[in-house]
């Protein structure tokens, strides 16, 4: 009995690296190459006042790109997802009315 329960579990221990590397091997990525305009935000003195501080965070881009950095033990694929992202012509200023 000892004998079969240790085998069921080396069976399913090797079904389970199967899966992971066949899920490792086939998962979906998504490759991005986003520009936008950021957001302006208008941060007020206090809650009665018409100064504020304005912030135009400009343009946002996010790109990323895939690359294979080797593998486990049990031959799975280690991927690396590098990501990008890139914040220009940040301005700030002080709104006084």
Same mark, same amino acid.
């Given at each position: 009995?000892?004998?079969?329960?240790? &085998? %069921?579990?080396? $069976?399913?221990? *090797?079904?389970?690296?199967?899966? %992971?590397?066949?899920?490792?091997?086939?998962? @979906?990525?998504? =490759?991005?190459?986003?520009?936008?305009?950021? @957001?302006?935000?208008?941060? @007020?003195?206090?809650?009665?006042?018409?100064? %504020? $501080?304005?912030?135009?965070? #400009?343009?946002? =881009?996010?790109?990323?790109?895939?690359?294979?950095? #080797?593998?486990?033990?049990? &031959?799975? @694929?280690?991927? $690396?997802?590098?990501?990008?992202? *890139?914040?220009?012509?940040?301005?700030?200023?002080? $709104?006084?009315?």
């Amino acid at each position: 009995m000892q004998d079969q329960l240790n &085998k %069921a579990k080396e $069976l399913a221990a *090797e079904y389970s690296k199967d899966v %992971a590397q066949k899920l490792q091997e086939r998962a @979906p990525r998504v =490759s991005l190459d986003v520009k936008m305009k950021a @957001p302006v935000i208008i941060i @007020p003195q206090n809650s009665r006042s018409y100064n %504020a $501080l304005v912030a135009d965070f #400009g343009s946002l =881009s996010v790109s990323n790109s895939f690359s294979k950095a #080797g593998e486990s033990e049990n &031959k799975i @694929p280690f991927v $690396l997802d590098k990501m990008v992202v *890139e914040l220009t012509s940040l301005k700030t200023s002080r $709104l006084v009315m």
